[in-house]
């Protein structure tokens, strides 16, 4: 075992010989979006993720599925099983199956694995002092979702959203393959500053976020500041607290922003500040149109200074 | 003022249900109960982004917020005159543009205290009113609000002007009758009551000055 349930990384990653380790990981939850194709492209995306965060190919998947038959039309859900295929197809990923049961509220995802050569697993750990943060996707995702789910939002930032939640780490993972990385990860539940607390807490590294270099969804500004902020980016700030300095006089906005819970975010790369202007213009190339250095890694104390 | 309550509301349902209160009811106070540290907080931030100056106290496991809106459009508190007045939001008709605002003038003073005081306040109440722009739709005068309208008004030449401006200027016949002024009025419309009900129905809004 090289990954296991002991670390608060991605997935696990099991060896089985000396160029070949297993990564498995599993996602589900409740509908994000109204729309059951949607909804299934975006379960697909997010489950996949993990494996593109930890540097490997995914291979294939099982759904995972509970249904509320009684009160659901039968349609709903064979779209959302065509949004998970459409996405595992689009990953080059075979689904072997799956299992459903009756429950009362709707829930959908996927079990992945994948393949990851033993000496190119990409943990969530390794940040070096020197080090440069990419971010490959803008935040806001969790905010912008609050106000769907209030029926606040425009359809342009519905389905800007789901466009960008239903898209690959794919391409992103490719581009960072050719590079040196020393950490990475996939932004999603905790936030970008949660995420980036597992990265280093306990760790004689500290890192310094330039917030104006990152990158957010143009709504979630205007969404935050009328309160529609997801009670997820109150606890992820209240439980890292401790572990990220910021001014008083932080704009409170940005700060939920950062705290903000994603669904299908984008990778957290950490590499030499020498490579990272190029792992961005590659990105950029790429089609990861949002892809920015967000930050640095410094000799420290396993605290993140946010600017 | 009643109290909502929005405990037990996952997010964003808190905000969502001041949201609708504010749009449907256009009050001018709103107090709410939350049970968690988010929904304090984002039922805090909307209010403000409407113009409420909000506080918020704790009750035991539950938050009580209550916000007071602003004049002006925030900012800075209430302007003077208003400070001392019985201001009430009453109806709410559904957003349909343009808000009508109904002043309803009870008294030729604004307060108590001091009648001189209480004189000077109203008329600075009135020439400052038009700030309120187009939204202004009627102004009704009631009991001694009559005075305001008559000959020798200190206002007489401000409410004459807001009548050429479109806003339906109203003075109580009753009572213009029972202080035996109604040739005196120089100013506005001479109305009853049906009209007054039926004006403080339709409007969206309406500022009752006692």
Known sequence: MLIGADSADDAGVYRISEDLALIQT?????PVVDDPYDFGRIAAANALSDVYAMGGTPKTAMNIVAFPAQSMA??????????????LREAETVLLGGHSIVDEELKYGLSVTGFVHPQRVLANRGLLPGDCLVLTKPLGVGIVNTAVKGGLAEEETIRRVTRQ?????????????????????????????GHLAEMIAGTATRVR?????????????????IGLVPAGAYKNREYRRSMVEMADDFDPLLRDILFDPQTSGGLLIGLAEKQAPALVARLHEAGVEAAAIVGQVVAGDGIIEVR | MKTLDARGLACPGPVLLAKKTLDDQRPERLAMLVDNDAARENVGRFLASRGFAVSVERQGDDYLLSGLLQGGGG???????????????VQAQPAAAPTRVVVLIGSDQLGRGDEQLGGKLMVSYLKTLKEMGPELWQLIFVNGGVRLTLDD??????????????????????????????????????????????????????IALS
């Open chain 1, 74 to 87: 039968v349609e709903v859900l064979r779209d959302i099983l065509a949004g998970g295929i459409d996405i």
């Open chain 2, 75 to 89: 900012g800075d508190v209430a302007a003077a005159p208003t400070a001392t007045a019985t201001a009430t939001a």
């Open chain 2, 153 to 206: 008004s200190p206002v007489l030449a401000e409410l004459q002007e807001y009548e050429r401006d479109g806003v339906i200027v109203l003075a109580c016949g009753t009572c213009l009758a029972h202080f035996a002024v109604s040739e005196r009025q120089r100013v506005g419309q001479s109305t009853n009551m049906l009209d007054i009900v039926t004006a403080t129905q339709l409007a969206d809004k309406v």
């Open chain 1, 209 to 225: 976020i330039d917030a104006g270099a990152v990158p957010v969804l143009s709504e979630a500004r205007d969404f935050a500041a």
């Open chain 1, 165 to 193: 939640m239903a898209t690959l780490n794919r391409d992103a993972a490719r581009v960072m393959a050719d590079f040196a990385v020393s950490a990475c990860t996939d932004v999603t539940g905790f936030g970008l500053l």
């Open chain 1, 26 to 30: 599993l996602d589900f939850f409740p």
